[in-house]
């Protein structure tokens, strides 16, 4: 099977802009994580869709990220505007039922 | 709350020697037990999880529930394991967190 997708891999930008990140889950996988690993950390949780519902997202900066899952595939991670302390990897994830992890392999954010 | 801590960054061991990684977690109800692993240049990836009991690549973990721990271990390292491994835990609201990682060095 194919595995997760994400794009882009690499993104440099000054801070006060904005940057978007897409994943594509693996098929039939109903639910979608994005992680945050700042270097030197372990991922921390942003937001997990269950299909196109979003089932946790207490620890997703409200004010400047948002995220969305439109029909239940695909998914976006948007920050705007970025601060220097968003420079990390975000990870994108799916399972199927909630359980064992796939992971993508990554888009490395890093803010000027 | 959730939390997972693995109180080990950097654990360094000569080839053919014991591991053990370890992890701690605090949950109050029944958790699920993972353990990842991020070798160079790869992506994390599932290495075992406690409720399929079973061994990959030599490792083994054990929930204890009385201590809060799942201990990742192998009896003989081998230079191939050398890699980030992250404890994650399953609970309410099924989310999945982690914990900081630890990077295993097996030294040749």
């Known amino acids: 099977e194919a595995g997760v997708a994400q794009s882009p891999r690499y993104k440099i930008i000054e801070k006060r802009q904005s940057v978007a990140f897409w994943c594509n889950p693996i098929?039939?996988?109903?639910?979608l994580y994005w992680y945050q690993q700042i270097l030197g950390q372990g991922p921390k949780l942003l937001i997990q869709f269950q299909n196109n519902g979003v089932v946790d997202d207490s620890q997703l900066p409200k004010d400047r990220f948002s995220a969305e899952r439109l029909k239940g595939v695909d998914s976006t991670l948007k920050i705007q505007p970025a601060k220097l302390e968003d420079s990390a990897v975000y990870l994108c994830?799916?399972?199927?039922?909630?359980?064992?992890?796939?992971f993508g392999a990554g888009s490395r954010l890093t803010v000027l | 709350a959730q939390r997972v801590t693995q109180p080990e960054k950097l654990l360094s061991v000569f080839k053919g020697a014991p591991v053990e990684l370890k992890c701690n977690y605090s949950?109050?109800?029944?958790?699920?037990l993972f353990w990842y692993v991020q070798y160079s240049r790869q992506r994390l990836q599932l290495l075992l999880r406690?409720?399929s009991r079973e061994s990959i690549k030599g490792f083994t973990a054990d929930l204890n529930k009385g201590e809060t721990s799942f201990h990742l271990k192998k009896p003989f390292a081998q230079e191939e394991d050398s890699a980030m491994y992250y404890c994650a835990l399953r609970g309410g609201g099924f989310k999945t967190i982690f914990g900081a990682g630890t990077r295993l060095f097996v030294k040749a």
């Open positions: 949950y109050s109800g029944s958790p699920e």
């Open positions: 994830a799916s399972s199927l039922e909630a359980n064992v992890l796939t």
């Open positions: 098929s039939g996988h109903a639910t």
């Open positions: 406690h409720i």
